[in-house]
Nanobody, 122 residues
Framework: QVQLVESGGGLVQAGGSLRLSCAASGRTFSSYAMAWFRQAPGKEREFVAVITRSGYTTTYADSVKGRFTISRSYVKNTVYLQMDSLKPEDTAVYYC???????????????WGKGTLVTVSS
């Protein structure tokens, strides 16, 4: 079992930055690829970014490529999402997820956090 707890959400103006954190506890953190998804109001949840177990490879949704950066700390058992140049359309609940294999698919995620709200004002 893996428990995931997100933090760092809040209200920010367009063009600003936020860093989300996801603290993992339970089974070995390094055994899982870690991902971020988001769900905007009235929309389905969508993939944002994923990082491999080793941390060497990352993949991003086209909508955030060049603006968001995913990283992980094995010392702190935490995965981060640095979000720069934020836009109003980035407003969503952001979810952290853990997967036993590298994937961008929601159905491949084994564990989920409860989410943290990010609101970007124009």
């Amino acid at each position: 079992q893996v428990q995931l707890v997100e933090s760092g959400g809040g209200l920010v103006q367009a063009g600003g930055s936020l860093r989300l954190s996801c603290a993992a506890s339970g089974r070995t953190f390094s055994s899982y690829a870690m991902a971020w998804f988001r769900q905007a109001p009235g929309k389905e949840r969508e993939f944002v970014a994923v990082i491999t177990r080793s941390g060497y490879t990352t993949t991003y949704a086209d909508s955030v490529k060049g603006r968001f950066t995913i990283s992980r700390s094995y010392v702190k058992n935490t995965v981060y999402l640095q979000m720069d140049s934020l836009k109003p359309e980035d407003t969503a609940v952001y979810y952290c997820a853990a997967a036993s294999r590298f994937s961008t698919l929601e159905n491949d995620m084994n564990y989920w956090g409860k989410g943290t709200l990010v609101t970007v004002s124009s």
